[in-house]
């Protein structure tokens, strides 16, 4: 069965930083893609970006490109999203994702909540 | 960067067929993936590459995709599958590859 855990709620101040983890059992980020999903407050989902572990590329959405990176450990099987310059408008609940690649997801974790407030 | 469209919002009664929609150019031409969330849920797949289904989803759930529309079709609409739905792409064809999703559609049950 496959499980991806994530860490624990956060609340950070503005232009501060933020780690999310995702532990996945079931499956091996090195063979599966991860992704990374956020839902703001009254808004839908917005993908943020992923990693593809053949050949070990990273794709970013546009809007995060230059502050968010996404990296994978394999020897703990955990992923990690880092989203830097935070502001007010970053608060959201983000979620991890895997599948075979970044076509679709089949796993996903359960959600952690970031809020960010001075 | 490509753009999908869903309607806001659907209402159906218990045991009826819902309809949910999801506008893209051509998006015929590409593979269309559903998520079911519920408040406070993960999402979860209910329909990928247009029209299959993944284990443990019910043959309830079904897709479609021609020409400039995508569809899941909900029959005999249960409360429980109220809900939001996401209509999900690869957009390959932009300067800037990525997932692309569309703005969702809150299906109510009556």
């Known amino acids: 069965q496959v499980q991806l855990v994530q860490s624990g709620a956060e609340v950070k101040k503005p232009g501060s930083s933020v780690k999310v983890s995702c532990k996945a059992s079931g499956v091996t980020f090195s063979n599966y893609a991860v992704t990374w999903v956020r839902r703001t407050p009254g808004q839908g989902l917005e993908w943020m970006g992923g990693?593809?572990?053949?050949?070990?590329?990273?794709n970013y959405a546009q809007k995060f490109q230059g502050r968010v990176t996404i990296t994978t450990d394999e020897s703990t099987n955990t992923a990690y999203m880092e989203l830097s310059s935070l502001r007010s408008e970053d608060t959201a609940l983000y979620y991890c994702?895997?599948?075979?690649?970044?076509?679709?997801?089949?796993?996903w974790g359960q959600g952690t909540l970031v809020t960010v407030s001075s | 960067s490509y753009v999908l469209t869903q309607t806001p919002s659907v209402s159906v009664a218990p045991g009826q067929t819902a309809r949910i929609t999801c506008g893209g150019n051509?998006?015929?031409?590409?593979?269309v993936h559903w998520y079911q969330q519920k408040p406070g849920q993960a999402p979860v797949l209910v329909v990928y590459d247009d029209s299959d289904r993944p284990s443990g989803i019910p043959e309830r759930f079904s897709g479609s995709n021609s020409g400039n529309t995508a569809t899941l079709t909900i029959t005999r609409v249960e409360a429980g599958d109220e809900a939001d739905y996401y209509c999900q792409v690869w957009d390959s064809g932009s300067d800037h590859p990525g997932v692309v999703f569309g703005g969702g559609t809150k299906l109510t049950v009556l």
């Open positions: 051509s998006i015929g031409s590409i593979h």
């Open positions: 994702g895997s599948g075979w690649d970044l076509n679709y997801f089949d796993y």
């Open positions: 990693l593809i572990p053949f050949p070990g590329t990273t």
